[in-house]
């Protein structure tokens, strides 16, 4: 289960609503980042979403946690390489996370 503070990750039931087994072996902190519903607590958890992009001839990868209202934004030359990326900054909780403005330009406190 995730923990708000620490977020210490468990791997998703078998019998979870998205099953995707090369993905959950391939990236398991991301795929349980994404698809964890539920707070060590109990309580419901806001899931992250995962978008991809081109510009140029480089991929963009932004992960976004709307649990913490914040989202992280990296590239590489493949998917996976963006996969691979997101997967190590979970581990090492080193990513660069940007805190999600709302319109007033003020960092938001509450997630979207």
Same mark, same amino acid.
């Given at each position: 289960?995730?923990?708000?503070? $620490?977020?210490?990750?468990?791997? &998703?039931?078998?019998?979870?609503?998205?099953?995707?087994?090369?993905?959950?072996?391939? #990236?398991? @902190?991301?795929?349980?980042?994404?698809?964890?519903? @539920? #707070?060590?607590?109990? @309580? /419901?958890?806001?899931?992250a979403?995962?978008?991809?992009? $081109?510009?140029?001839?480089?991929?963009?990868?932004?992960?976004?946690?709307? $649990?913490?209202?914040?989202?992280?934004?990296? @590239?590489? $030359?493949?998917?996976?390489? &963006?996969?691979?990326?997101?997967?190590?900054?979970?581990?090492?909780?080193? /990513?660069?996370?940007r805190?999600?403005?709302?319109?007033?330009?003020?960092?938001?406190?509450?997630?979207?």
């Open positions: 289960m995730l923990n708000r503070k $620490a977020q210490g990750l468990t791997h &998703i039931p078998d019998d979870a609503p998205f099953d995707d087994r090369d993905f959950q072996s391939k #990236w398991p @902190t991301l795929f349980d980042y994404m698809f964890q519903t @539920t #707070w060590e607590d109990g @309580t /419901l958890r806001q899931t979403t995962l978008m991809f992009f $081109a510009e140029g001839v480089v991929l963009k990868g932004v992960l976004n946690d709307r $649990a913490f209202a914040r989202s992280v934004f990296v @590239t590489s $030359a493949t998917f996976s390489g &963006i996969l691979d990326t997101l997967e190590e900054g979970l581990l090492r909780n080193n /990513l660069d996370w805190q999600r403005k709302n319109y007033n330009g003020n960092s938001s406190s509450t997630p979207f």
